[in-house]
T-cell receptor, first 115, second 110 residues
Framework: NAGVTQTPKFQVLKTGQSMTLQCAQDMNHNSMYWYRQDPGMGLRLIYYSASEGTTDKGEVPNGYNVSRLNKREFSLRLESAAPSQTSVYFC??????????????FGDGTRLSIL | DAKTTQPPSMDCAEGRAANLPCNHSTISGNEYVYWYRQIHSQGPQYIIHGLKNNETNEMASLIITEDRKSSTLILPHATLRDTAVYYCIVRSLGTGKLIFGQGTTLQVKP
């Protein structure tokens, strides 16, 4: 029962470097989400994918790109990392459609520091 | 998107019931209320959700007022492991996204 798996768990980058955060779910869920959480705050939505082949912006999409590679995988890319992107990133998935009432299942997060 | 209001912190004695309130006065008629918790910096853990009726599962009970403008999460017998930040969330229609507020930090004390 892996659920939602995020890799890597920790990463340190230098300003201007690029990297991709990986997320995979094994629950055959349709919709997937990327959030960021800054210290002492709740999660904020970056991007989401209602189904394979579709992506949409959330509250804080600037500086990020996403790819819904297939039904299982949803990646988040930082093209040119900035210190303001230092955060904990969470991936989530949900069964059914986005307008349904199924709960989201979260991964354990990727802790990203940008120097 | 409907917003929620929660007290920033609460204490509860171990073994007693923990009652966590939430106001969501702008909730729409078909929006669900969800509760999640986050222990340390782990991923949020789903607890329970409801629309109109009270709900109960193995973790907690959810009481929603008749006018749906507020709700209460009840942990019937709090343990030290229930110490966490609890988020009351109204799920956005259309996107399914969860709008997180600051949450309530519940401290269970021996």
């Amino acid at each position: 029962n892996a659920g939602v798996t995020q890799t890597p768990k920790f990463q340190v980058l230098k300003t201007g470097q690029s990297m991709t955060l990986q997320c995979a779910q094994d629950m055959n869920h349709n919709s997937m989400y990327w959030y960021r959480q800054d210290p002492g705050m709740g999660l904020r939505l970056i991007y989401y994918s209602a189904s394979e082949g579709t992506t949409d912006k959330g509250e804080v999409p600037n500086g990020y790109n996403v790819s819904r590679l297939n039904k299982r995988e949803f990646s988040l890319r930082l093209e040119s990392a900035a210190p303001s992107q230092t955060s904990v990133y969470f991936c989530a998935s949900i069964a059914g459609c986005v307008t349904g009432n199924q709960p989201q299942h979260f991964g354990d997060g990727t802790r990203l520091s940008i120097l | 998107d409907a917003k929620t209001t929660q007290p920033p912190s609460m204490d509860c004695a171990e073994g007693r019931a923990a009652n966590l309130p939430c106001n969501h006065s702008t909730i729409s008629g078909n929006e669900y209320v969800y509760w999640y918790r986050q222990i340390h910096s782990q991923g949020p853990q789903y607890i329970i959700h409801g629309l109109k009726n009270n709900e109960t599962n193995e973790m907690a009970s959810l009481i929603i007022t008749e006018d749906r403008k507020s709700s209460t999460l009840i942990l019937p017998h709090a343990t030290l492991r229930d110490t966490a930040v609890y988020y009351c969330i109204v799920r956005s229609l259309g996107t399914g996204k969860l709008i997180f507020g600051q949450g309530t930090t519940l401290q269970v004390k021996p």
